[in-house]
C-alpha cells in the first residue's frame, strides 16, 4: 500500500476498504438481486435505485411525501437550534449575572459545566432508550425539560435554584444533539441524507454560535431573565408542533425487494415478467393487511419495541466501541477542539469586560459574529474538499478507497487550530487591538468545522453499521469539557491567559498528531476488528 498505510496480512478485503472501479448504482446488499426488482426514485430521481430498501407499506417512513419528511426535519432542526443557543447564550453576561446572584464568574461557569455534564451522562441514557422504545417519546420528554427548564431559569431568584434549572435543562439536551440524526436515517434514502444532515448542522451551527449574538442584547436591554424566558417561549411554541407533527420515525421493516421478502428472491429462480406480476398482487395484498394508520394513532406517544436486542446490550455498545482505536481517536480530536472552544465562552466575559477592551455586554455579545462566518465559511468548504481529496487518492491508489484517505485535511484543522488557540493566548495577553483575539475565536472554530468532515468520516466510513453507537461514543466528550469548563477561570487567574492558551494549543497539537499513527495502522486495526468474532456477536443486532 504506498503512502505508508499498511495492509491486513490476514484479509484479502478489510471492511471499509472499497474498490471504485468495481462499484455500480446497486446497494451491496442488493448486488446479487436483479435490478428490474429493485426499487427506484421517482421523477428526476427514477434512476437511483433506493437504499435502503422500503417495504410496501404506507406506514414506512421512507414511504412517507417528502413534505412531512421536511416538516419534521424543520421541527426537530429549529428545536436543536434552540437547544445549541441554550448552553452558550449565557456567556456575554457572565459578570452581570454573577454579581445579581451573588457568586462569582468562575462559579457562573460552573454551572456551565454542570449543564454540560448532564448532557453527557443523559446521552449514554436517552439515545439507547431511542433505538429500543422509538424516537417520539424521547423527543416529546426532551421538549417538555427544555419548556421547564426555561422556565424554572427565568424564576430562580438564587444560585441554587438556577443551578437546579441548568442541570435539570441539561437532561433534555442530549437528544437534539445526536438523536436528529438517526431521525434523518429513519426517514430518508441514502442519497437524500447528505443534504439533510448538512440543514440539521447549519440549525446547530445557528443557535451555538448566533445564540450568544442575540443574546448579549437580551441581557443589555432587558435583563438576563429574558433570554430564559424567549427560550421558554421558543419551546413552547417547538413542542406543540412536535407532539401533533412528529411522529415515530423507528420502524420494523422487513427486507422486501418489490413486495418479496428478500431471502424468496435470491432463492426462487423466476422470470422476471412472472416475478413482477407476482410482486404487484403482493403489494396489493400487503396494502390491504396494513392500511395506512390514521392521524390520531400517530399521536401515540408508544408504538412497542423496535429491536430484540436486550436494553443492557444497547447501553453498553458505545461503551465498547469507545475503545475502537478509530471511535478513540475521534474522541480525543473533536472531544479537545470542542472543549477548548467552549473555554472560550467560559472565559470571554472576563476578558472582554475588563480593560482595555471594556466591552459592554452586547459588544461582548458580537464577538460571536467571527466563529459564525468562518466556522459557516469552513462547513462549506470543509465536505467537498475532503471528497476531493479522498477522491484524487483513491485514483492514485488504482480505484481502490480507504477510509484512511478521509484523514489528510486535518492538516488544514491543525494549522487553522494553531492559529486560533496560540494567537487567542498572545493577543490577549500583550492587549493588541481586539480584532487580534477576536479573529482567532474565529479561526478555532473553522478549525473545528474542518476536523469534523475528517472524524466522522472516517469514523462511517471505517465502522459504517456502528456509526450511532460511535456518535454517542465520540460525545462522551462532554465529560471532558465538563473538567476544563469547571476550573478554567481559576487556572487563568493564577496561570495566566498566555501560559493557558499555550497548554491547551500544545494539546491540541498533540492529539491532531495521533493521526499520524492512525493513518499508518488504521487498516490494520479494521481488519483485526473485523476477525474478533466475539465482538461482531456483541455489537451486531440479535
Not at 455586554?361 to 459574529?369: D, E, H, K, R
Not at 476544563?484 to 498533540?510: E, K, P
Amino acid at each position: 500500500m504506498p503512502w505508508g498505510i499498511l495492509e491486513d496480512p490476514h484479509m484479502d478485503h478489510v471492511p471499509g476498504t472499497i474498490m471504485l472501479s468495481d462499484q455500480t448504482d446497486v446497494p451491496p446488499e442488493y448486488q446479487t438481486v436483479s435490478r428490474e426488482l429493485l426499487k427506484h426514485g421517482t421523477g428526476r430521481q427514477s434512476h437511483i435505485i433506493l437504499a435502503p430498501q422500503p417495504s410496501d407499506s404506507p406506514n414506512d417512513p421512507l414511504n412517507w411525501p417528502t413534505w412531512r419528511k421536511d416538516l419534521i426535519l424543520a421541527i426537530v432542526g429549529l428545536s436543536a437550534g434552540v437547544v445549541g443557543a441554550y448552553g452558550p447564550m449565557l456567556s456575554p453576561g457572565f459578570v452581570e449575572i454573577a454579581a445579581a446572584l451573588s457568586i462569582t464568574v468562575n462559579t457562573l461557569s460552573q454551572a456551565t459545566a454542570w449543564v454540560i455534564l448532564m448532557i453527557g451522562i443523559s446521552l449514554f441514557i436517552l439515545n439507547p432508550l431511542a433505538k429500543k422504545i422509538g424516537r417520539r417519546p424521547v423527543y416529546v420528554i426532551s421538549s417538555v425539560i427544555m419548556l421547564s427548564g426555561s422556565i424554572w431559569g427565568a424564576l430562580a431568584k438564587n444560585y441554587s435554584s438556577f443551578l437546579g434549572s441548568r442541570i435539570w435543562s441539561g437532561l433534555g439536551m442530549a437528544p437534539y444533539e445526536v438523536l436528529v440524526q438517526c431521525t434523518i436515517a429513519d426517514i430518508y434514502y441514502v442519497h437524500q441524507r447528505a443534504t439533510r444532515i448538512a440543514i440539521w448542522n447549519m440549525f446547530l451551527l445557528c443557535g451555538i454560535s448566533g445564540g450568544a449574538l442575540i443574546a448579549g442584547y437580551i441581557i443589555e436591554d432587558q435583563g438576563w431573565q429574558w433570554t430564559l424566558i424567549w427560550c421558554a417561549i421558543l419551546f413552547g411554541a417547538l413542542l406543540p408542533l412536535v407532539i401533533f407533527f412528529v411522529p415515530e420515525t423507528a420502524y420494523r421493516r422487513q427486507t422486501t425487494i418489490a413486495g418479496r421478502d428478500s431471502n424468496s428472491v435470491l432463492s426462487e429462480k423466476k422470470d422476471a415478467v412472472a416475478e413482477q406480476a407476482e410482486n404487484a398482487a403482493n403489494a396489493e395484498n400487503a396494502s390491504q393487511i396494513e392500511p395506512k394508520d390514521p392521524y390520531l394513532k400517530t399521536l401515540r406517544m408508544y408504538g412497542g419495541i423496535y429491536t430484540d436486542t436486550p436494553l443492557w446490550k444497547i447501553f453498553l455498545r458505545p461503551m465498547v466501541v469507545f475503545f475502537y482505536p478509530a471511535v478513540l481517536w475521534a474522541f480525543l480530536v473533536y472531544g479537545v477542539t470542542l472543549t477548548w472552544i467552549v473555554v472560550f465562552s467560559v472565559v470571554n466575559a472576563v476578558i472582554f469586560t475588563a480593560p482595555p477592551y471594556n466591552f459592554s455586554v452586547s459588544q461582548t455579545g458580537l464577538i460571536s459574529l467571527s466563529p459564525f462566518i468562518l466556522t459557516f465559511v469552513g462547513e462549506i468548504a470543509s465536505g467537498p474538499l475532503n471528497d476531493w481529496v479522498c477522491m484524487w487518492l483513491a485514483k492514485k491508489n488504482r480505484g481502490i478507497y480507504e477510509p484512511e484517505f478521509r484523514l489528510p485535511p486535518i492538516i488544514i484543522s491543525l494549522l487553522i487550530g494553531v492559529a486560533g488557540f496560540f494567537g487567542f493566548g498572545a493577543t490577549v495577553h500583550y492587549q493588541t487591538h481586539w480584532s487580534g483575539p477576536v479573529l482567532c475565536f474565529g479561526l478555532a472554530n473553522m478549525s473545528l468545522a474542518f476536523s469534523n468532515a475528517c472524524v466522522f468520516g472516517y469514523v462511517i466510513d471505517a465502522h459504517k453499521e456502528l456509526s450511532e453507537e460511535a456518535f454517542v461514543a465520540v460525545n462522551a466528550r462532554n465529560f471532558l469539557t465538563f473538567a476544563f469548563t469547571y476550573f478554567v477561570n481559576d487556572w487563568i487567574q493564577s496561570a495566566g491567559i498566555l501560559a493557558v492558551f499555550s497548554i491547551l494549543g500544545a494539546i491540541f497539537v498533540g492529539v491532531n498528531l495521533l493521526t499520524i499513527p492512525l493513518w499508518i495502522f488504521g487498516k490494520r486495526i479494521r481488519g483485526y476488528i473485523a476477525r474478533n468474532q466475539t465482538l461482531h456477536r456483541f455489537m451486531h443486532e440479535d
